[in-house]
């Protein structure tokens, strides 16, 4: 039993010892109490490697538990030689989560807003078509005339050979015009007058048939007549007799009686010459063209000239001859406006000349010679001039 006894003291004395040679050991290595950190030597291939740095005295925060710090490090590069040796990193258990990496994300810059777009500007609108006197002579066919037609908006319109398609579009812009149609002729002779009549009649419905109820009424020939020639006036006057009758009595279509160059016929020689081509045919027609050297219609000059119908019409109401309404199928300077004078006097000219038209109850208007494509008749053309937007202003409600 005492052999027991001293046994026993003498493992607690060894143990003791032991114990005290440690902690004199821990405080020769590192002074201060702190485990020493562990530095792995090699990983495995291919892992990262982990540094251990020293644990945090618990003396910092009472009852807190100290805990490691997980350092990255270089990953090392694998020798062939030698055993590979694993060191874990030491976690104690029971320390405080280390909260996540928040990704830091640039903030996004807020667009300025610009000044808003400007508001454009409304297109003044016009009102509707007013009917006038003031109309246009159109010798082209085809869409590059339409929107002219739009701008002018003519009440008053001549189509010279047109085809079916664009006379029933222009009837279908402006369905209260009224509209002259006409086909050119070169030459236009005058020999055996009734049948030469006839037949240019029936010339003449081979278009005009097809455009019933599109245009109202159809010359003969253009600018014929002579007044220095008696023969002459005589044989026009049967051709224009016989040319009316198969128009009108056999087709059905409206004739216009007249068309003559500019005071080419005394006015007393209408009654004298043309008393049965206008007494039958359904319209009369006139050309209106001042002297050369005149380059205003509105000249005082020129105020006998461009209203010689006037004169005409006494003739005939003189003689007791009852004619259609008439209409003054060309108008304009005698050589034409360009070179003569601007297109917005000229415009001025037309509207003015359509307003004194307004005096003569027996007048259905006037259309302006002309409206060309190309070099044909340039001096009179008025396309890509300012004419038609002052004609159309005019033809316009306010």
Do not use: C
Request: glycine fraction near 8%; hydrophobic fraction near 40%.
């Amino acid at each position: 039993m005492r052999l027991f006894h001293r046994a026993s003291t003498a493992i607690v004395i060894i143990v003791a010892l032991a114990l005290l040679g440690v902690f004199f050991y821990a405080r020769r290595v590192r002074p201060g109490g702190a485990l020493p950190t562990v530095r792995p030597i090699s990983s495995v291939v291919g892992s990262p490697t982990v540094v251990i740095g020293p644990l945090t005295s618990p003396a910092a925060t009472p009852g807190a538990t100290a805990v490691g710090t997980v350092v990255p490090g270089p990953v090392p590069t694998a020798t062939p030689s030698g055993p590979t040796r694993v060191y874990l990193p030491v976690v104690i258990q029971g320390g405080p989560p280390q909260p996540p990496a928040v990704a830091q994300v640039a903030p996004t810059a807020t667009p300025i807003p610009g000044p808003p777009p400007p508001t454009p500007t409304p297109t003044p609108t016009r009102g509707p078509i007013r009917i006038t006197k003031l109309g246009l002579g159109v010798y082209e066919s085809g869409g590059a005339m339409l929107p002219i037609l739009d701008e002018a908006r003519p009440s008053v319109i001549l189509l010279m050979d047109p085809t079916v398609d664009f006379a029933r579009e222009v009837r279908r812009r402006f369905p209260k015009a009224f509209i002259v149609g006409r086909i050119f002729a070169d030459p236009q002779p005058l020999d055996h007058p009734e049948q030469r009549g006839t037949a240019f009649a029936d010339r003449v419905a081979q278009v005009a048939v097809p455009l019933k109820g599109v245009v109202n009424a159809w010359m003969s020939y253009n600018e014929v007549a002579n007044g220095d020639d008696p023969a002459n006036l005589i044989a026009y006057n049967a051709f224009q007799v016989a040319f009316a009758h198969r128009l009108q009595d056999h087709y059905g279509i409206a004739a216009v009686a007249g068309n003559d160059g500019p005071r080419s016929v005394r006015a007393e020689e209408y009654p004298q010459y043309f008393a049965e081509a206008i007494s039958t045919s359904r319209y009369f027609g006139v050309h209106a063209y001042p002297d050369p050297g005149i380059k205003s219609l509105r000249d005082p000059a020129a105020y006998d000239q461009i209203f010689y119908y006037r004169k005409i019409h006494a003739a005939l109401e003189a003689a007791g001859i009852k004619s259609g309404p008439f209409i003054v199928t060309e108008v304009g300077l005698y050589n034409g406006w360009r070179d003569v004078t601007s297109d917005t006097e000229m415009a001025r000219d037309f509207v003015w000349y359509a307003e004194q038209m307004n005096q003569d109850s027996y007048t259905i208007g006037m259309a302006v010679f002309g409206l060309f494509l190309g070099d044909r008749w340039s001096r009179f053309n008025i396309d890509g001039s300012i004419i038609p937007t002052i004609m159309g202003d005019y033809n316009t409600v306010h």
